[in-house]
């Protein structure tokens, strides 16, 4: 536009302010590209231990379903028939009580095994550690190690990598469907399901078997870490339980800095060096791929096997183990010798959570063996509430379900009290087989004016005839107006 007094202007440039810190955007990405991590092959006591618990944990898992208890399979969870056999006993879902406490002590197990030395059951027995260590043994044994599958990865597709490629998935799917087999097999008698799944009958049963194969070769073999780091709430609440008195995997800075390359025979003390070499071993056997020179980091599995790693690495330079040691925060900044911080263990939670643990696995126990092998059932007739039969009595009619929880035949005696001349009617004593459950329809009947009207408690006992044991259960009688 033209200034209206006909005299031009001086255009003067306006330039951007710098932005204020306070006011730029950051743009956080949901979603993290990593890189695939090789992790290097170590010997030591840690990993010695890994394995050790791989056999142990795997020797478990496949061999247990195989195993018999008489004439049925020693674990079986039977969701059909609603029956739970472990070992000799017979478990119904009425028994669910002992689900919770199993799971409760799991659960308090592993708090207190977390704030005495961290996680243990992550670096050693979680399932996911153990089948990553399967596969990564598998693909170590066909590809080669670390250097050669990094070079391997990064070259050209050749007939020799499509080979060793081919192989290890051959090798990797035939565990994971080997894994899938035998959890199914907890749950359908594994002989029976190996007859099925080789005629290819049981759509189900198949279904369950590949997906769970699908989740262990998935898991295993390509998610591996990111199931650690991003996926396992574990990782996230851990450090609720973590003290500065807890046994963690610990770098030593003020041995191991300032760290630096030297030769074998180097003075490094008079050159102002550490102990660390700066070879960056540790890094390179994590599963995780973290550097645990940089302090405790919740994607720390506690394997230990970067002390094994530096371990060795102090073993050729002729210098004191345990650089990475384990160690509680509070030992490592006050000098603390192995005894001094394992004294520090009797604290005031972990002897809470003993407490409790105790407390839980012995009530627990005792329930077990005081247990009465019989569950009964009672249940109203709803369509005849009350009614008055021949002989001018007034009747009650019940269903009973009686489960014998033994693995042999029992026989059972009804009878009830709780009002002047009740009788118990049925069908005679009950038979009912190993395992197994029967329902029995039950009369109950008072003489016709005997009791007031209303509810009216009584007793229903049923009595073992064979083992003696009895199981009394409440009802009401109901006497109309």
């Given at each position: 536009m033209?200034?209206?007094?006909?005299q031009p202007r001086?255009v003067?440039?306006?330039?951007p302010?710098?932005?204020d810190?306070?006011?730029?955007?950051e743009?956080i990405s949901?979603?993290?590209a990593?890189k695939?991590?090789?992790?290097?092959?170590?010997?030591g006591?840690f990993?010695?231990?890994?394995?050790?618990m791989?056999?142990l944990?795997?020797?478990v898992?496949?061999?247990?379903?195989?195993?018999?208890w008489?004439?049925?399979?020693?674990v079986?969870?039977?969701l059909?028939a609603?029956?739970?056999?472990?070992?000799?006993?017979v478990?119904?879902?009425?028994d669910?009580?002992?689900?919770?406490g199993l799971?409760?002590?799991?659960?308090?197990?592993?708090?207190?095994f977390t704030t005495?030395?961290?996680?243990?059951?992550?670096g050693?027995?979680?399932?996911?550690t153990v089948y990553?260590?399967i596969?990564m043994?598998?693909?170590h044994?066909?590809e080669?190690?670390?250097?050669?599958?990094?070079?391997?990865?990064?070259?050209?597709w050749?007939a020799?990598k499509?080979?060793?490629?081919t192989?290890?998935?051959?090798?990797?799917?035939?565990?994971a469907?080997?894994?899938?087999?035998?959890?199914?097999?907890y749950?359908?008698?594994?002989?029976?399901?190996?007859?099925e799944?080789?005629a290819?009958?049981g759509s189900?049963?198949i279904f369950w078997?590949?997906f769970y194969?699908?989740?262990?070769y998935g898991?295993a073999?390509?998610m591996?870490e990111?199931?650690?780091?991003?996926?396992?709430p574990y990782?996230?609440f851990?450090?609720?339980?973590?003290?500065?008195?807890?046994?963690?995997?610990s770098y030593d800075p003020?041995?191991g800095?300032?760290r630096?390359?030297?030769?074998?025979?180097?003075?490094?003390?008079?050159k102002g060096?550490g102990?660390?070499?700066?070879?960056?071993?540790?890094?390179?056997?994590?599963?995780?791929?973290?550097?645990?020179?940089?302090g405790?980091?919740?994607e720390?599995?506690g394997?230990?096997?970067c002390?094994?790693a530096?371990?060795?690495?102090m073993?050729?330079?002729k210098?004191?183990?345990g650089l990475?040691?384990?160690a509680?925060?509070?030992?490592?900044a006050q000098?603390w010798?192995?005894?001094q911080m394992l004294?520090r263990v009797?604290?005031?939670r972990?002897?809470v959570?003993?407490a409790?643990?105790?407390?839980?696995?012995?009530?627990?126990l005792?329930?077990?063996?005081?247990?009465?092998?019989?569950?009964?059932?009672?249940?109203r007739d709803?369509a005849a509430?009350?009614?008055?039969?021949?002989?001018?009595?007034?009747e009650?009619?019940?269903?009973?379900q009686?489960m014998?929880?033994?693995?042999?035949?029992?026989r059972?005696?009804?009878?009830?009290?709780g009002?002047?001349?009740?009788?118990a009617?049925?069908d005679?004593?009950?038979e009912?087989?190993?395992?197994e459950s029967?329902?029995?329809?039950?009369?109950?009947q008072?003489?016709?004016?005997s009791?007031?009207s209303g509810s009216?408690?009584?007793?229903l006992?049923?009595?073992?005839?064979?083992?003696?044991?009895?199981v009394?259960?409440?009802?009401?009688?109901?006497?109309p107006?």
């Open positions: 033209q200034p209206t007094d006909g001086k003067i440039p306006i330039t302010a710098e932005p810190a306070s006011s730029q955007v743009v949901l979603y993290e990593q695939k991590i090789y992790p290097r092959s170590i010997s006591l990993s010695r231990w890994r394995w050790g791989v056999f944990t795997q020797l898992f496949y061999g247990l379903p195989w195993l018999q008489g004439e049925r399979q020693m079986l969870f039977d059909g609603r029956r739970f056999y472990i070992f000799g006993l478990l119904y879902p009425q669910f009580i002992y689900l919770t799971l409760i002590i799991s659960a308090l197990s592993l708090f207190l005495v030395a961290g996680r243990l059951w992550c050693f027995t979680c399932p996911q990553t260590e596969f043994w598998l693909e044994k066909i080669g190690d670390r250097s050669t599958r990094l070079r391997l990865d990064n070259g050209p050749t020799e499509i080979r060793k490629k192989l290890k998935q051959l090798a990797w799917i035939s565990v469907l080997w894994t899938g087999f035998t959890f199914v097999g749950f359908v008698p594994i002989r029976q399901l190996g007859g799944l080789l290819l009958q189900w049963q078997v590949l194969g699908f989740a262990t898991n073999g390509y591996r990111q199931v650690c780091k991003y996926m396992c990782a996230r851990q450090s609720a339980m973590f003290d500065k008195d807890t046994l963690i995997v003020e041995r800095e300032p630096g390359p030297r030769k074998k025979d180097t003075d490094h003390k008079a060096l102990d660390c070499i700066d070879c960056a071993l540790c890094v390179q056997v994590c599963p995780v791929g973290i550097d645990i020179r940089k405790l980091q919740y720390c599995i394997c230990g096997l002390v094994d530096c371990d060795t690495v073993d050729k330079m210098y004191p183990r990475i040691r384990y509680t925060q509070n030992g490592v000098h010798t192995q005894s004294r009797l604290r005031p972990v002897l959570y003993s409790l643990l105790l407390a839980l696995c012995v009530a627990m005792t329930s077990l063996v005081m247990r009465t092998p019989l569950k009964v059932d009672v249940v709803r509430l009350s009614r008055i039969v021949a002989g001018g009595k007034l009650n009619v019940y269903r009973l009686i014998n929880a033994t693995e042999t035949t029992q059972y005696h009804i009878s009830a009290t009002l002047d001349g009740l009788e009617l049925s005679g004593d009950v009912v087989g190993p395992a029967r329902w029995v329809a039950l009369r109950l008072i003489p016709y004016g009791a007031p009216h408690p009584v007793q006992e049923v009595r073992g005839l064979t083992d003696g044991h009895k009394i259960e409440k009802s009401v009688f109901l006497v107006r």
